[in-house]
C-alpha cells in the first residue's frame, strides 16, 4: 500500500462524476482474517459482496483503493446509496464523524466460488503519539472489523489507480521501499511471462524480507535497512545496478508539499507529459515510496544518465514528516 491520494493526483482515479453509475465500487467491507507477516507487516483480509464487482483478478498490478477507517465513535460513514457521488457525500459529512481516508495496494484478490476477498497488507510500526489511523486500526484489527473500501469496477481497464504500463519494453526494474512490498509482490504476480526485470526492495529489518515467487526471467533483490538512513540502501544498490558511480548517498528533500508523482501522463511538479506510454524504449522503470527517495532516484535517472520521462513511473506513497491526507 500505499498512501497516495487517486482522488486529489491526476495519476491517479478520477474524482467520482454525479452520474448513477460511476467507475468506482463503493464496499462497506468486514475483516475475515489477520495475519501478522513480519514485525512490521500485517496481512488483513475483507470480504464484501462488493467485492466481486470489484478489480480485475489476475491484472491487478498495482492498484490502489481508497480505504475510509471509523472515526472515533466507531461508527464509519453511510455511503451505500451515494453511488458515483460518494466522494462528494463524504466529504459533506461532519468531519468527526467522517474517518481518515487513504490509500493502498490491493495485494491479491482472491476469488472462491462466487465469492471475492481482497487482501491488503498494512505497514506498521511501533504505536506513538505520531502513527496515522491507518497503523493505528491494523495495529488493533479484529475479525469482524469495518472499513470502507473503493474500488475500479470490474472490467474497466482504464479506470486509474494503476501505474504499471511499461508498453512496448521487455525489460523492467521495479524499486521501492516497504510501503511499496504489496504493489511489487502484486505486479509480480501480474506481468507479462515474456517480460524480463529485477526488483529492489528495502524494507525495516531482515525479519521483514517476505518470500517472494519471481517469475522466470526475475530477479528479487531484499535490502534490510537495518539502522541506515532510509532509502539509502535502496538508492545506492539501484545505482550501483546501473553502473553510476557515486561516494554517498544524498536524499533529496521534497521539492513540494505533496509527494512526487509523475508517469508518462501526469506531473505533480507540472512539467511537460507526454501524450501516451512511451514504447520506444526497451527499458522502463517503477519507483515508488518514501517521497524524497522517490526524488533522489528520479534526479539520478533523469538528469544523470539521461532516461527518458516517459520511461518511468516515479511514485511518491508518503513524506518523512507529513501526515498523509488521502
Known amino acids: 500500500m500505499s498512501a497516495d ?123 506513538n503519539s505520531e502513527a496515522g489511523p491507518a497503523t493505528r486500526w491494523a495495529m488493533r484489527a479484529a475479525p469482524g472489523d469495518e472499513l470502507l473500501i473503493i474500488g475500479p469496477r470490474r472490467g474497466l481497464r482504464d479506470g486509474g489507480g494503476v501505474e504499471y504500463a511499461p508498453g512496448n519494453a521487455r525489460s523492467v526494474i521495479l524499486a521501492g521501499d516497504e510501503t511499496a512490498a504489496p504493489a511489487i509482490s502484486s505486479i509480480l504476480e501480474s506481468v507479462d511471462p515474456t517480460t524480463h526485470g529485477v526488483a529492489f526492495l528495502e524494507v525495516p529489518t531482515i525479519t521483514d524480507a517476505i518470500p517472494i515467487d519471481p517469475p522466470p526471467g526475475w530477479e528479487i533483490h531484499v535490502l ?9 540502501r535502496l538508492i545506492a544498490t539501484v545505482l550501483d545496478y546501473l553502473g553510476t558511480p557515486h561516494t554517498s548517498v544524498r536524499i533529496d528533500d521534497a521539492e513540494t508539499t505533496d509527494p512526487l508523482w509523475e508517469t508518462a501522463t501526469f506531473s ?29 532516484l528520479r534526479r539520478h535517472l533523469v538528469r544523470d544518465l539521461g532516461v527518458d520521462r516517459c520511461d518511468v513511473a516515479f511514485m511518491g506513497y508518503w513524506r518523512r514528516g507529513l501526515a498523509m491526507r488521502g
Open 5 to 127: 491520494a487517486f482522488s486529489e493526483q491526476g495519476a491517479s482515479l478520477a474524482p467520482p462524476t454525479e452520474a448513477e453509475e460511476g467507475p468506482l465500487v463503493v464496499a462497506r467491507s468486514q475483516v475475515s482474517r489477520i495475519e501478522q507477516l513480519s514485525p512490521h507487516f500485517v496481512r488483513v483480509q475483507f470480504e464484501a459482496p462488493e467485492f466481486s464487482r470489484m478489480g480485475n483478478p489476475g491484472e491487478n498490478f498495482d492498484q490502489r483503493v481508497k480505504v475510509i477507517f471509523p472515526p472515533e465513535n466507531g461508527e464509519l460513514p453511510d455511503l451505500s446509496h451515494a453511488g458515483a457521488a460518494w466522494y462528494r457525500v463524504w466529504l459533506e459529512t461532519p468531519e468527526p464523524a467522517r474517518g481518515a481516508m487513504r490509500s493502498y495496494t490491493i495485494r491479491s484478490l482472491h476469488e472462491s466460488g462466487e465469492s471475492t476477498s481482497i487482501i491488503i497488507d498494512f505497514v506498521v510500526h511501533e504505536p
Open 268 to 296: 505533480s511538479l507540472g512539467e511537460p507529459v507526454a501524450a501516451g506510454v512511451s514504447t520506444r524504449s526497451a527499458r522502463w522503470f517503477w519507483i515508488a515510496g518514501e517521497s524524497g527517495m522517490v526524488t533522489t
Open 224 to 232: 534490510p535497512r537495518e539502522n541506515a538512513a532510509h532509502g539509502s
